[in-house]
């Protein structure tokens, strides 16, 4: 990256976020593997040193410390999931108790995908005002065979909880265990734009309206409760999971689920492995990109505001921002902000956020505590291309571009996006990257 092109993002930054101009950090990326069907995320099982790679198209690959990945994948549910889009395999979890034989989560891990909706049949969590649904987004379990653990009993599927779609786009994205060692789900406001549409309730949209999952941060216990038979936990609705007794939000009406509201498409979020701060990259509309700390009972604001900004999510003048308006209205939660500015980034530097992971790794000293995160790409209109690598500062809130001097420019080479990262057992860093669509095989995967 030339020392213009630098300025220019940071000079953008400033309106936002009050960032100023220091020096940004180089990184070098080592290639670890190639080939992917749109590769989305790696993760692992604690104490475990492979990594799984999750396909968008609907497999979980296994890659070795080498370098090599296993020609048979630990998961293959192509012919379950709805793929294209926003839609297919997009998360991944494996229970705290993977690995111990004494847990009643051992050997069982979850997946987030698209699949369809069996004629007859009707999810945990319908569509909002009765609308078409056609597809529906479902947490299923899984166990690996009592005798190999490199692979997945494709007979030991259990759905957990689904949500109808009538909309095929902001699906959220990810499932994670948390320290407190309940499974959080970021679910989408339910697609189209402006949290409307036909399977929106009005007034106000999704994201704000408590009586739908929709545009929320989720918290369950997974797990049968018949083998939590101790716990304090009622047990759900469809007698799948449990609901965390402490989850903020039980009145008439309400999901029980609700962790926190106000999101529009939350596709990417994780938790720091030192602090325990859940840090998520919610994805805008036409305007702002940002990152916030979420807190149990928090309402981050979607579509009463996009990042600081007002939004006006009615006619006339949908879609739009208006004034920038920090810490107003009373009862939003904004962006993670510090005295150097606030964690967002206007289009002029990126289309649609694809959140990281905060870094703790010992490989780089001068990342240690910075969110390392990037931008599925530069431009919207087609070709969608040049994604960005970015890392943050959650005490200062700035935001810089990572320097990348092994490639032409400093920057990603092939007008590849950024589609997703990496943490392994060590907390080094990985970055997904792609120059093909979702079917095709031009996932390479870099290691920070």
Known sequence: MNGIR??????????????????????????????????????????????????????????????????????????????????????????PGFNNPNSPGFRTLYTYNSQPLPVGTAPTYPAPNNATQGFKNVINEWKTTATDHYVVDPASRREIMSFGKNANNHN?????????????????????????????????????????????????????????????????ANGQYRIPVSNPFDGAGEVPEIHSYGFRNPYRFAFDTLSGDLIMADVGQNNIEEINNVVLGGNYGWAIKEGTYLFNRTNP?????????????????????????????????GISITGGFVYRGSGIPELYGKYVFGDLAIRNAPPRVDGRLFYADLTSGEI?????????????PNQVTVHGFGQDGSGELYAMVTNTPANGTGGIIYKF
Do not use: C, W
């Open 172 to 236: 959220g994205g990810t499932v994670a265990f948390g320290p407190d060692g309940y499974l959080y789900l970021a679910t989408g406001d339910g697609g189209n734009a402006n949290d409307a549409g036909a399977s929106h309730i009005e007034p106000g949209g999704n994201a704000q309206n408590l009586t739908t999952p929709l545009g929320k941060m989720l918290r369950i216990d997974p797990l049968d409760p018949a083998l939590t038979p101790g716990s304090l936990d009622a047990a759900s």
């Open 400 to 412: 810089f571009e990572f320097l990348i001097p092994q490639f032409a420019n400093s920057q990603l």
């Open 6 to 95: 630098v300025l220019r993002q940071l000079a953008i930054a400033a309106v936002l976020s009050m960032a100023v101009a220091v020096p940004a950090l180089g990184a070098r990326l080592t290639r670890v593997a190639s080939d992917f069907d749109h590769a989305l995320l790696i993760t692992a099982p604690a104490g475990d040193d492979r990594l799984f790679v999750v396909e968008q198209t609907g497999k979980i690959r296994i890659l070795r410390p080498n370098g090599t990945v296993d020609a048979r994948p630990f998961l293959d549910i192509s012919s379950l999931v709805s793929d294209g889009g926003e839609q297919g395999l997009l998360g991944l979890a494996f229970h």
């Open 317 to 349: 003048g949908a879609g739009t921002i208006g004034a920038n308006s920090p810490g107003a209205p009373a009862g939003l939660i904004d962006p993670i902000s510090g005295p150097m500015g606030t964690l967002q980034y206007d289009h002029g530097d």
